[in-house]
């Protein structure tokens, strides 16, 4: 088993079990914040097939920019929701 | 019970769809393909890497190759964020109230931040034909620092008919170097600029100028997505 | 290995669609499904663990060992439209907020 | 060279794993703070300072690059605790046992 077996078998089952929570946790700031770890954990799988471009462009946009754009829709319900 | 049975049933799908594909034909194992067999030969020979004169072979295939692919994606990018402001849109605005006082250590470290992620996202936009990087991230990075600038400031205002300019300039611009290949050569998009020697800042022909224009014009969508997303309507 | 993580990033995504009743869990699964078939689309120019990334420094370099390029430009574009499809559906969701004062889909059928 | 890069380096990763370490085990929020940025950033800036030593030999012209990092770091580490900790403070979920609390001193609300 070569190393790249190895951090494959590793990124691959914290992404199964990082998606699962995402998809399951009852609160919704918690399910976006699991999306953006999702993501970051994408950028390993990306830079271990030799994908530089993907990986730089993922790390970008999906920690910063739609994680921001979740949390911008829920603060402004919830301010809503105290009026 | 009705998770768990939802939960057997998907995984019983994605166990079908490994044997659907580990028995097929046209569809080598991981790790094992032959890529003379695939279309990417051709984009890796020799002739055609010299024809475009990029140093890093996606932008060449991005830029170079299927010029008129990205065409089309840049316009499903401005579509969706003119949707957004159609839906979002109001007319009279005002910015959301994120309720924070900025101290004095976040207002300084932001502006220095800012200068630093701007010259870091033109650094990788101009870099785009030599190294990893291009106009995508790096206009995404410009769209992050106007975002920095919102969360750092409570009172900012992004000037949204300067985006709206900048981003009609230079998706026109695009289109219009695109159509001058049909004058200086034969075809749409094609490089008609001298390539020079493959590695040196200036080579790659028309790929640095188009990637450039497609840097300012995700970047400036995106911002206005962010600053439509913040803003919202006035209370009488 | 990372293929199939993939591919059952795509059915758990799939799965998400199923059981959420709440419009930004739908969402968040949208997400997910577009990360694992990302992954999947990558993990098929991966050539061999000798291969390199597709960048190279003058042509003597093209007799080397690269990854396929091809799904990494696709993926490129594809990413950066997946910010603007998934802010039009964030937009949405603000909008059916504003109308129903909820995001959960069962309380939207009540209160119609 | 070769061994002052490798020194520094170790140096960097060991601030790494102190800092991993502290999250884990400090009790409140700001001592988590306190752990997980200031040795992190020390561990940081060693290992770039590792990098940077290792390159002088082959690759002069990543030296830029690193320093630019390095600034990168030094300021973005403290505003982003600064704020996560000012976060914590107006989020009322601070510790019983605090001995002095300045902010409440200059009148701001929690």
Redesign the interface.
């Known amino acids: 088993m070569t190393f790249f077996d190895f951090l494959s078998i590793v990124v691959g089952v914290l992404l199964l079990v990082i998606a699962f929570l995402a998809i399951n946790s009852k609160k919704l700031i918690n399910s976006v914040l699991f999306l953006s770890a999702l993501s970051m954990l994408a950028v390993v799988a990306f830079v271990l097939m030799k994908a530089p471009d993907v990986a730089i462009t993922e790390a970008v946009i999906g920690s910063g920019l739609v994680t921001s754009l979740f949390v911008f829709t829920l603060l402004s319900v919830r301010e809503e929701k105290l009026k | 019970m ?2 768990l049975f ?2 057997a049933i ?2 019983a ?2 166990l079908v ?2 044997l659907a ?1 580990n028995n097929t034909v046209n569809f080598p194992a ?4 032959n ?1 003379s067999e ?3 030969g051709a ?4 002739d055609n ?2 024809e475009v004169g990029s ?8 830029i170079g190759f ?1 010029t008129f ?2 065409l089309g ?1 840049v316009t ?2 401005f ?3 003119l ?2 402001a159609f ?2 849109g109001r007319k009279k605005q005002k910015r ?3 309720n924070f006082k900025p ?1 004095f ?2 207002r300084v ?2 502006n ?2 800012l200068a ?1 992620i701007l ?2 996202s033109f650094y ?1 936009i101009l870099h785009g034909h030599l ?4 106009g ?2 790096g ?3 410009i ?2 620092s106007v ?1 920095l600038l919102y969360l750092a400031d409570d009172r900012f205002r992004s000037n949204i008919k300067g985006f709206k300019l900048l981003e009609g300039f230079a998706g026109s611009l695009f289109v219009i170097i695109g159509l001058l290949g049909l004058v200086f050569a034969t075809a749409f998009f094609a490089n008609y600029l001298p390539t020079g ?3 040196n800042f200036l080579s790659a022909g028309i790929i640095p100028i188009i990637y450039v224009l497609i840097g300012l014009k ?1 970047g400036s ?2 911002a206005g ?2 600053d ?3 803003t ?1 309507e006035e209370r009488a | 290995m990372i293929q199939y993580a993939s591919i059952f990033l795509f059915v758990l995504g799939l799965y998400g669609l199923f059981i959420n009743k709440n419009v930004i869990k739908l969402i968040v699964s949208l997400n997910v499904m577009e990360i694992g078939l990302f992954i999947f689309i990558i993990s098929i120019g991966y050539v061999g663990d000798n291969a390199i990334a597709p960048i190279i420094s003058n042509t003597q370099d093209l007799g080397l060992i690269y990854v396929d390029p091809l799904p990494q430009a696709l993926v490129l574009t594809a990413i950066v439209i997946g910010v603007g499809t998934t802010a039009l559906a964030l937009a949405i969701a603000k909008s059916i907020y504003n109308t129903y004062q909820t995001f959960d889909l069962d309380e939207m059928e009540e209160s119609a | 060279m070769t061994i002052l890069s490798y020194i520094f380096l170790i140096i960097g990763a060991l601030f790494f794993l102190l800092g991993g370490l502290g999250v884990f085990r400090m009790p409140d929020t700001f001592n988590r703070i306190q752990a997980g940025t200031k040795a992190t950033t020390l561990g940081a800036f060693s290992i770039i300072v590792g990098v940077l030593f290792g390159s002088v030999e082959n690759h002069l012209d990543w030296i830029p690059k690193l320093i630019i990092i390095i600034v990168f770091i030094v300021i973005s580490n403290p505003v982003g605790s600064s704020t996560i900790a000012k976060a914590t403070y107006r989020s009322k979920n601070i510790p019983d046992n605090l001995i002095q609390d300045d902010l409440k001193e200059r009148g701001e609300k929690q």
């Open positions: 009705r998770k939802g939960l998907t995984f799908l994605g769809i490994i594909l991981f790790g094992e393909v890529l695939r279309i990417s984009y890796l020979s020799e890497v010299e140093a890093n072979l996606v932008t060449s295939i991005v299927r692919d990205t994606e499903v990018l579509i969706s964020s949707g957004v839906i979002l959301m109230n994120l101290n250590m976040l470290g932001s220095i931040l630093i010259v870091t990788i190294s990893p990087g291009g995508f991230p206009g995404a990075m769209a992050s975002l020697t493959i590695g995700v969508e995106i997505i962010i439509n997303f913040l919202e």
